[in-house]
């Protein structure tokens, strides 16, 4: 499996004034990525080994600043996503405790962005103001969902319920309903 590390912009003699980028080694990545195997996944990860990019192909990346690694298909994780919590070490992909919070974090932080506006003394559902239960409920919804991390295990728990009328206008307001499949798959 090829492997390649810190990529940089360089300036071959014979360049067309393009984007040329070699690894540490010096190998030219428009060369070496040439030899890829066509059936495993490349990986661009960081230098701390979170996964940036994901491709079968390899030529939709650019690995400027970052790593590439090839990954045999049947080592590649069924739930593997570009989320922050998957990372590359010493040849296989692994999801780290500390990813599962940092992407329940961000989980967390795009459900209350997406509900602030709610908060609002005048906010309306269909030109109707918030009832008191509502109001109740949201405020209820909101601070479970800010204080949840401070169980010691909170992003091995499923995420708290969010009523269904929260949840559409949290949805209308931008949230990605999305986010909280993958908070379930974790």
Do not use: C
Request: charged share 25%; proline share 6%; glycine share 6%.
């Amino acid at each position: 499996m090829l492997e390649m590390r810190n990529f940089s912009a360089y300036h071959p003699e014979n360049g067309d004034g393009g984007l040329y980028l070699r690894d540490d080694q010096g190998r030219d990545w428009y060369e070496w990525s040439r030899q890829f195997q066509p059936d495993t996944l490349k990986v661009l990860f960081n230098d701390k080994g979170v996964i940036q990019s994901l491709s079968w192909n390899g030529w939709d990346m650019n690995p400027d600043g970052g790593n590439i690694a090839e990954v045999a298909r049947n080592r590649v994780p069924e739930k593997l996503k570009v989320d922050g919590s998957w990372v590359y070490r010493n040849g296989a992909i692994v999801q780290t405790e500390e990813g599962r919070a940092a992407f329940w974090r961000m989980v967390r932080g795009a459900f209350l962005a997406h509900t602030d506006l709610m908060m609002t003394v005048d906010y309306t559902i269909h030109d109707e103001y918030l009832s008191p239960q509502q109001v109740s409920q949201l405020r209820s919804v909101r601070l479970i969902w800010k204080q949840y991390p401070r169980h010691p295990m909170f992003h091995r728990l499923p995420p708290p319920e969010i009523p269904a009328w929260i949840l559409r206008e949290a949805i209308a307001h931008g949230f990605d309903v999305e986010l909280l499949n993958d908070l379930k798959n974790l």
